[in-house]
């Protein structure tokens, strides 16, 4: 697993600042044989990242054994760390966890005294099986001659196709489990979603509801509502461009009123992406209200939306420079999902619409901007 990209990193991450819960003493032991490295690390995932916070060395015969303190009830996640290897662990406080391996630690390991744990390794078994397989057969693809590759690609085609359908099967069945989540958060070598982007929300939605029955507590089921939250406005706004030639948008002005750029329609809009923290806004913005003024009479409207995150700062920000067009921001920062649906990928960053409701121009200011002002109006 450490050649995939885990995702599931990151939901730890941001749940680990949330976590309240009880927590009590955990004890992790067991035996591995038949490597030469002789040092097991515990490993712990924490607001900076995986974090080693405890190693012992086997005893002659194998084994070896971790205490660990102030372990939350609610299933938090650990790696086990041998011969440069990881084997997750989801554990909860006053659980009693047995971990070993004989050869090879992620084919061959095997866990006990965890449910989440042991559902960890149902679903890697088969995961990695799939991984690994799928790299060989990459390699065998690009080795092989012109006559073979046709085959070749079919076959990885199917092994993928079987690969995903056992990665659902495995989500579903256990919905309720911290498990799912994890499973959930998994990609194949550049894979970016777990279906496809209009698809992955079902059951992203399926397992936090589950969840929320069995883990009402646990931060990683604020984590994951929140992006599902983040998932349904990406649907929404996507489901805009099905109606417009452009991205519509909805989001609060400094009021709390929800404002539409689709309500300035009829106009050429300038949408304008900034943040009151850049060090440049102030000049940019007054370059902006000198060309707002001389257009705004004959059809040009600005709907700017903030990537800040500080509702004061932007809210100062707007009223101490007085800006005189529509202002919105959804506080989510460069996260946003209407960054997303704009690939806005720096700042400042604008895109020109034009009165029938066709993009015609991106970043444009200063002279650039009235020249395509006087084209348009």
């Known amino acids: 697993m450490n050649s995939m990209k885990n995702c599931f990193l990151t939901l730890i991450i941001a749940a680990a600042m949330l976590c309240g819960c009880t927590s009590s003493k955990v004890r ?15 490993e712990q995932m924490s607001v900076s990242g995986q974090t080693i916070v405890d190693s012992v060395a086997l005893a002659s015969d194998g084994s070896y054994e971790f205490l660990v303190g102030n372990v939350p009830s609610t299933p938090t996640l650990y790696n086990i760390v ?16 047995t971990v070993g391996s004989l050869g090879s630690v992620l084919k061959n390991y095997t866990v006990s005294g965890s449910v989440e744990s042991e559902l960890l390794r149902e679903f890697n078994s088969e995961y990695i099986a ?15 001659e012109e006559s073979q590759k046709v085959a070749l690609a079919q076959s990885y085609n199917a092994q993928y196709r079987d690969v995903k359908r056992k990665q659902i099967s495995f989500i579903v069945t256990n919905k309720s489990s911290i498990a799912a989540i994890y499973a959930l958060y998994q990609r194949l070598e550049g894979e970016r979603y777990l279906v496809n982007a209009d698809s992955d929300i079902i059951y992203f939605r399926t397992v936090a509801d589950a969840v929320a029955e069995t883990y009402p507590e646990s931060p990683l089921l604020i984590s994951l509502r929140n992006d599902v939250a983040r998932m349904e406005a990406q649907a929404s706004l996507i489901h805009s461009i099905e109606e417009r030639n452009y991205p519509d948008i909805e989001a609060d002005d400094m009021y709390g009123n929800k404002v539409r750029l689709s309500s300035l329609e009829g106009n050429v809009v300038l949408v304008d992406f900034w943040s009151a923290e850049l060090g440049n806004s102030n000049a940019l913005n007054a370059d902006l209200k000198e060309t707002y003024r001389k257009y705004e009479g004959r ?55 034009g009165r029938d409701g066709m993009i015609v121009g991106r970043d444009l200011y200063g002279t650039s901007l009235e020249k395509r002002l006087e084209e348009l109006l």
Request: include cysteine.
């Open 299 to 353: 059809g040009f409207r600005v709907y700017q939306v903030s990537a800040d995150t500080s509702k004061a700062a932007w809210i100062r920000a707007v009223q101490e420079q007085r800006l005189p067009w529509t202002s919105v921001c959804d506080f989510k920062g460069e996260g946003s999902p209407i960054f997303g649906l704009y690939n806005v990928r720096r700042l400042p960053t604008n895109y020109l619409i």
């Open 28 to 42: 992790i032991s067991g035996k591995f044989l038949g490597l030469n490295s002789q040092t097991v690390y515990l």
């Open 82 to 97: 041998y011969n440069n290897e990881r084997i997750p662990l989801l554990v909860s406080g006053g659980e009693k966890v």
């Open 130 to 144: 799939g991984a690994m397989a799928l790299a060989q057969k990459m390699d065998e693809y690009a080795q092989a």
